[in-house]
């Protein structure tokens, strides 16, 4: 798959209800969208700050309809797409109040209309509708927060899963943001975590990792 496609920078992958994966290539400041088979469909964006143009993009999610969403992450904003990577409308400026960002590296759409993103520089969760109005955020006080969230991710039942990167362990939330399970811990014996960052739930409920610092 890739050779010579992708020039680097691989981030956070994701699929659609075709099966046709979702790359976020942050090192050239594209999607690339491929069949299940490998076969490249589409490129999607170049550098700058207009709409389907991107700084660093790290996250990408599609929802059941078939609109993409991207953590634009050096643009600290999410934008848009339609199914044909036009640019549809884009949300988010550089800051810490609901609605602005610092360097989104995640984000995960649900059926319901939700778009869940990791918030990176702000350290913590940022629930917004699919057209842009960001409502609620989830610091997780009574873990004493989260630090550097990196991979997000919803499973079937509408609960979030968050890479609580600078910790080393997973966070389990409720689709407004209670806490309903924490595992790992800093390590590399199985079952122990060292900066993760992507992950993914799958229709069975298992989760997978990328335990970035264990490799």
Sequence with gaps: WSTPI?????????TDAAGNLFVAEAGSNRILKFTPGGTLLNAIGTFGTGQAQFNTPKGVSVEPGGAIFVADTGNHRIQRLYPSGAG?????????????????AALAADAGGNVYVADTGNDRVVKCNAWGWCGSQFAFAILSGIESPQGIAVDDDGDVYVSDTGNSRIVKSSPTGTVLA????????DGFLN????????????????????N
């Excluded at 992708?6 to 994701?14: L, R």
């Excluded at 924490?182 to 014996?189: H, I, K, L, R, T």
């Design 88 to 104: 549809q409308t884009e949300w988010g400026t550089f800051g810490s109040g609901l609605g602005r960002f610092k360097s989104p």
């Design 6 to 14: 992708t020039a680097g920078g691989p981030s956070q992958m994701t």
């Design 182 to 189: 924490v595992w790992s811990a800093p390590g590399a014996a």
């Design 195 to 214: 900066g993760p960052t992507g992950l993914a739930v799958d229709a069975a409920g298992a989760v997978y990792v990328a335990d970035t610092g264990n």
